[in-house]
């Protein structure tokens, strides 16, 4: 494979993904002050679980959480317990047993690496960087539920495998939305598969290069973190994992993958509110039920 001017890239798999969990959750209070945000519950489901079950089922091999303090209860999430195995087991509950078993990961597949201040999303990632190291890797944003047929993750992984480099999950949003993101500078769009040759950080709707917005779902070259090495300020003062991204445009091959599926916005209370509804009906065995709640308040 080659990139602009004929320079030849390899690609190598991309085995561990990294999952910044470590914010307060503001927007979720009061639930969200003893109970991390991450684990509230999607139907029956906590948040993380969604981004973790997309990373392995997307052929991730370990999982890197950032988090801070307060967190403890991802981590005993994602183990065995030994208490509860024994009494579904006493129980007869095999199904119940086998749903509370089956999501914890291989022992040395998940790792916890503390972010000890709110320097923002660049600085999160940054931290993974010991156990990353040298090699492309994903970043997944919990707040971002995706529901696709393929894993979101999966589908860049795909175009990684071809292209090399940066790939991000981006969709189209309306112009005056552009201040909540970070957006590309596009050279060439398939409707598909954009070329970057720009970001920009949560741009002012007039200065914004496009409407094409990244979201929470990015396969990332080794560069983007020695790029973080800087500790450089962007917006709102923290340091941006977009900039990083931008002083690699040109070294290595950038895309922004327009990926399918719908995503959820559940950093936003109505948008954890739709997601619920969605996951519910996007199960079979739940969907007659939720369908007959929901025509109860049409």
């Not at 991390?36 to 906590?46: A, F, G, I, S």
């Not at 981004?51 to 950032?66: L, M, Q, S, Y």
């Not at 007039?206 to 917005?213: F, K, N, Q, V």
């Not at 990015?218 to 990083?244: C, F, K, M, N, W």
Request: hydrophobic letters at 45%.
């Amino acid at each position: 494979m080659r990139g602009k001017k004929g320079r030849s890239f390899m690609t190598r798999p991309v085995k561990t993904a990294v999952i910044p969990a470590g914010g307060l959750g503001t927007r979720f209070l009061p639930a969200t002050k003893a109970v991390p945000k991450e684990m509230l519950p999607v139907v029956d489901r906590p948040l993380i679980q969604y981004a973790v079950e997309e990373a392995r089922a997307a052929g991730i091999e370990t999982v890197v959480f950032v988090t801070s303090r307060g967190k403890a209860a991802m981590e005993d999430h994602f183990d065995l317990a030994a208490e509860l195995d024994g009494a579904l087991a006493a129980g007869g509950k095999e199904d119940l047993r086998a749903a509370a078993s089956e999501m914890v990961p291989a022992a040395g597949a998940l790792v916890h690496v503390r972010q000890q201040a709110p320097l923002g999303l660049g600085h999160a990632v940054w931290c993974a960087r010991h156990v990353v190291g040298d090699a492309p890797f994903a970043v997944l944003l919990p707040d971002d539920l995706v529901l696709s047929g393929q894993p979101c993750l999966g589908q860049l992984l795909d175009v990684h495998r071809e292209h090399g480099g940066n790939v991000v999950a981006v969709m189209d949003v309306p112009r005056e939305e552009t201040g909540r993101y970070g957006v590309l500078d596009v050279v060439e769009d398939d409707g598909r598969l954009a070329s970057v040759r720009g970001l920009v950080e949560k741009p002012a709707p007039a200065d914004a290069p496009s409407t094409l917005a990244i979201v929470g779902r990015y396969v990332l070259d080794p560069s983007v973190l020695r790029a973080l090495d800087a500790h450089e300020t962007g917006a709102g003062g923290e340091i941006q994992l977009t900039d990083a991204m931008a002083r690699t445009v040109g070294a290595v091959p950038f895309h922004g993958l327009r990926f399918e599926g719908r995503r959820f916005d559940c950093g936003d209370r109505m948008g954890f509110l739709e997601a619920n509804i969605a996951c519910a009906l996007a199960r079979p065995e739940l969907a007659p039920a939720a369908r007959e709640i929901l025509a109860r308040f049409a």
